[in-house]
């Protein structure tokens, strides 16, 4: 797909996760996608820092994972996009390959905690977009697997500000790193730690 088939793609999906939302009571058949301004905010971030090794906790139907992998494709670099529920993944596996970017993406099935605890790293970048409860235990696991020069980001820092407060005294307490929160969307919480090892 050109930019502009893909941005379309974007808007038709996000529309369709909308209508899901508002139809579905169950919390774990709702999309929760991204709000699209974080989606872009994140999209322009990481195609100017030229991250090339990207991690996503929480992929879903694939919606936020497509604005990481074209990206991606920008920079030449690849995602690993993590998520529990299986009919969500096959759903994202299909959205990326109407997009166009599905050989940029591995999906990884399980419990994103156990995962992350085998994954080998170094990744410049970490999106943290799922169960912000268990959070602080990926992050830490993910320490020494982060390259120098890398972006820590989580969403959801205003609408859910108790449930997210573990991740955030623990990136408090990385001292390397700066931290910053900007209320787009529903709150993205940025930091960043450019060091040499």
């Not at 996009?81 to 166009?100: F, H, T, V, Y």
């Not at 205003?158 to 990385?174: K, M, R």
């Not at 929160?181 to 730690?193: C, D, F, H, T």
């Given at each position: 797909m050109e930019d502009a088939e893909i941005r379309t793609f974007l808007n038709e999906l996000f529309k369709r996760g909308q209508q899901n939302d508002a139809r579905e009571q169950e919390r774990n058949k709702k999309m929760l996608n991204l709000e699209p301004e974080t989606a872009q905010f994140l999209n322009i971030l990481i195609r100017s820092s030229h991250r090339t090794r990207l991690l996503e906790i929480g992929t879903s139907n694939g919606y936020s994972t497509i604005w990481l992998a074209w990206a991606m494709w920008h920079t030449g670099g690849h995602v690993i996009?993590?998520?529990?529920?299986?009919?969500?993944?096959?759903?994202?596996?299909?959205?990326?390959?109407?997009?166009?970017l599905r050989e940029l993406v591995e999906l990884k099935y399980g419990d994103a905690t156990?995962?992350?605890?085998?994954?080998?790293?170094?990744?410049?970048?970490?999106?943290?977009?799922?169960?912000?409860?268990?959070?602080?235990?990926?992050?830490?696991?993910?320490?020494?697997?982060?390259a120098p020069d890398v972006f820590l980001l989580a969403d959801n820092v205003?609408?859910?500000?108790?449930?997210?407060?573990?991740?955030?005294?623990?990136?408090?307490?990385?001292l390397q790193f700066d931290r910053t929160?900007?209320?787009?969307?529903?709150?993205?919480?940025?930091?960043?730690?450019a060091t040499t090892i």
């Open positions: 996009s993590i998520d529990r529920d299986a009919d969500k993944q096959i759903q994202a596996d299909e959205n990326l390959r109407r997009a166009g156990e995962i992350v605890a085998d994954l080998p790293g170094p990744f410049d970048c970490v999106f943290f977009d799922a169960d912000r409860y268990s959070a602080p235990a990926q992050l830490s696991l993910l320490v020494p697997k982060l205003l609408s859910h500000p108790t449930e997210i407060a573990g991740y955030l005294s623990a990136l408090e307490a990385l929160i900007v209320p787009i969307g529903k709150g993205l919480s940025i930091a960043y730690r």
